[in-house]
């Protein structure tokens, strides 16, 4: 059982490349969700999924995009990175709403130049 | 407003004790969420209280007043390994995020 899976793990970015980081979980669950952790800063929401073909807006979404075509699958795009979002990436899921348990995938370590 | 705050950081020294607040403000409140999280990794789950008072497992306790918007971390018999950000996190009223904390970073000396 391998929870919930990031992959790149690390990646290094010229501005005004474009990048995908995928999201996985093998725990079927609904609820997904892409936050950013700054220094000093607690996590911020970026957008999230309440079931396969649903997304919404999060606290800081600008410069993002997702999809969730698969349950298990959540991607994360920077369609032209900018150095404001090299950050740390990290994935969640639960299985159900708003009081449920969040499980982090190991995170992904994002630096744009 | 919704609104999270924590100290920043704590320094205690092992086999001691030591007690991370967090108070929230909320207009609705669907329970309150403890993560720990260790440096260069994610966040995982260590308690969640939706009642008031105090709930026990292990070391660890974690402890709810809603009326006074405040919930604290206690954690005994220090060990080194407890050295690490601890985040508090309240769901949001209306949907299905959480408002989370800047976290406590806790240094745990000799």
């Known amino acids: 059982n391998a929870g919930v899976t990031q992959t790149p793990k690390f990646r290094v970015l010229k501005t005004g490349q474009s990048m995908t980081l995928l999201c996985a979980q093998d725990m079927n669950h609904e609820y997904m969700y892409w936050y950013r952790q700054d220094p000093g800063m607690g996590l911020r929401l970026i957008h999230y999924s309440v079931g396969e073909g649903t997304t919404a807006k999060g606290e800081v979404p600008d410069g993002y995009n997702v999809s969730r075509l698969k349950k298990q699958n959540f991607l994360l795009g920077l369609e032209s990175a900018a150095p404001s979002q090299t950050s740390v990436y990290f994935c969640?899921?639960?299985?159900?709403?708003?009081?449920?348990?969040?499980?982090f995938g190991p995170g992904t370590r994002l630096t744009v130049l | 407003g919704q609104n999270i705050d924590q100290p920043t950081e704590m320094t205690a020294t092992e086999g001691a004790i030591v007690q991370i607040n967090c108070t929230y403000q909320t207009s609705g409140f669907n329970g309150l969420f403890w993560y720990q999280q260790h440096a260069g990794e994610a966040p995982t789950f260590l308690s969640y209280?939706?009642l008031d008072g105090l709930e026990e497992k292990g070391r660890f306790s974690s402890f709810l007043s809603r009326s006074k918007g405040y919930s604290y971390l206690l954690l005994k018999e220090l060990q080194m390994k407890d050295s690490a950000s601890y985040l508090c996190a309240v769901p949001m009223d209306s949907n299905y995020q959480l408002i989370w904390g800047a976290g406590t970073k806790l240094i745990i000396k000799p």
């Open positions: 209280n939706v």
């Open positions: 969640a899921s639960a299985g159900t709403g708003l009081a449920d348990t969040q499980y």
